[in-house]
C-alpha cells in the first residue's frame, strides 16, 4: 500500500466490496493513508460506520458515492462527495437506481439460464445481502456454483458490457448526476473515464458538457488507466480547470487493486472540497448571492445552463 495522501475511490459489502465499511477504513489507516472516502455504488448506507473507524484510527473520513449514469446504453461513472445523506432528490435516485439494479440481476440471471447456466436469483441475492445487487455480486455467484473459475472470467465469458449476459441498467444522462450531487452540496469527479476501450460513449465531448453543468474534477488515475491515459485525462482536466484525482477503487477480494494505490493529494483533496457546495447554499437560486458577492463555488459560474436529458 502506498504512503499519505487519500483513497477518493472505495467499495465496502454496502456495495458490492467484500469489507465491512469499518475494516475497509482500518485498513487504509493500518496503511498509512491521510484520509479515505467510501464510495459505494448508488448509496450512502456505510457512511456512519465508516466514519466511526475513521474516528477510532485518527483518519480523515469524506462521505461519498459513486451514481450511475447512463449515456448510449452504457455506463458513466460520476463519484459524488460531501453530498447531503439526506438531500431528497439524491436519495430517490439512489433508490430507484438500487430498484433497477434488481431487475437488471433478474434479467442477467434469466439470460445466463436460457444459455443453459443452472443458477437462480437466490444465488445472487445470498452474495448481495441487503446491498444494491451489483455484477460482482452476479459473478461470485456463478463462481459459487461453479460455473466460471472466478470472478473476472464472468466478466470477460458473460457480464461485461456488451457481453452475451450484459442488461445495461437505466439511468439519469451524466449531466443530470452532477446536477444530483452538485444540488445535494457535493463535489462531483467523472470517475475512471478511460477505464475500457469500450468506453466510447466517454469522451472530450462529454467532459465539456459536464464541465458546463459544473462537474468539478476528473479521477485520472485509476488502477484501470495507463500512464498515457492518465497523462491525456490530466491535460484535459487542467485544461478545463477541474480537480484531477485519483483512487484506488478497491472492492476487497472481488478485484486486484491494493487499497491507497493511485491516492489523492492532500491539496487536491481541498482544493475539491473548496468547490463542494454546502446544502444551504445550494438551495439558493443561482445569481442570488448578496451584494454581487463570490459565487457559490469559487471556479463555479453562478448560472449553470440548464440541464436536460436530450444531449
Ligand atoms: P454494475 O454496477 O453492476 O454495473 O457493476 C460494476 C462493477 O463491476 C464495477 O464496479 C467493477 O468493480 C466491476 N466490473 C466491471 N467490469 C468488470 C470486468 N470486466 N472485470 C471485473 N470486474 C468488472
Ligand atoms: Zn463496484
Ligand atoms: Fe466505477
Ligand atoms: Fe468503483
Redesign the pocket.
Known amino acids: 500500500m502506498s504512503s499519505g495522501g487519500f483513497d477518493l475511490h472505495t467499495?465496502s459489502l454496502r456495495s458490492?466490496g467484500t469489507l465491512p465499511p469499518a475494516a475497509v477504513v482500518e485498513a487504509a489507516a493500518h496503511g498509512g493513508l491521510e484520509g479515505i472516502a467510501l464510495t459505494d455504488?448508488d448509496t450512502t448506507a456505510g457512511w456512519d460506520e465508516a466514519r466511526g473507524a475513521a474516528d477510532v484510527h485518527g483518519i480523515a473520513f469524506i462521505g461519498g458515492l459513486e451514481l450511475?449514469t447512463e449515456l448510449d446504453s452504457r455506463?458513466v461513472h460520476l463519484l459524488g462527495y460531501w453530498v447531503d445523506p439526506e438531500d431528497a432528490a439524491l436519495s430517490e435516485e439512489c433508490a430507484r437506481l438500487r430498484g433497477e439494479?434488481e431487475r437488471r440481476a433478474r434479467a442477467i440471471v434469466d439470460l445466463l439460464v436460457a444459455s443453459g447456466a443452472e443458477l437462480d436469483y437466490a444465488a445472487v441475492l445470498a452474495q448481495a445481502g441487503d446491498a444494491p445487487?451489483?455484477?460482482?455480486h452476479i459473478?461470485a455467484a456463478m463462481v459459487a456454483v461453479g460455473l466460471v473459475p472466478d470472478?473476472?472470467t464472468a466478466?470477460?465469458l458473460w457480464?461485461?458490457?456488451g457481453g452475451p449476459a450484459w442488461v445495461p441498467?437505466h439511468a439519469l444522462h451524466p449531466a443530470d448526476g452532477v446536477g444530483l450531487i452538485r444540488d445535494a452540496g457535493g463535489a462531483a469527479v467523472l470517475a475512471h473515464p478511460a477505464i475500457s476501450t469500450r468506453d466510447a460513449a466517454v469522451d472530450e465531448g462529454l467532459l465539456d458538457v459536464l464541465t458546463a453543468v459544473g462537474l468539478d474534477g476528473v479521477e485520472c488515475d485509476h488502477p484501470g488507466h495507463d500512464e498515457p491515459a492518465a497523462a491525456r485525462w490530466r491535460a484535459l482536466a487542467v485544461a478545463r480547470g477541474l480537480v484531477p484525482t485519483g483512487g484506488s477503487?478497491f472492492?476487497g477480494a472481488?478485484?486486484a487493486v491494493i487499497l491507497g494505490e493511485r491516492a489523492t493529494p492532500a491539496r487536491a483533496v481541498a482544493a475539491l472540497q473548496e468547490r463542494a457546495t454546502p446544502p444551504a447554499r445550494a438551495a439558493r437560486p443561482p445569481g442570488s448571492n448578496p451584494a454581487g458577492g463570490t459565487p457559490a463555488g469559487p471556479h463555479h459560474p453562478t448560472a449553470r445552463p440548464e440541464r436536460t436529458r436530450s444531449w
Not at 133 to 136: I, K, L
Open positions: 467499495h458490492d455504488h450511475s455506463s439494479r445487487v451489483g455484477r460482482p459473478a470472478i473476472v466478466f470477460d457480464l461485461a458490457d441498467k477503487d472492492h472481488a478485484k
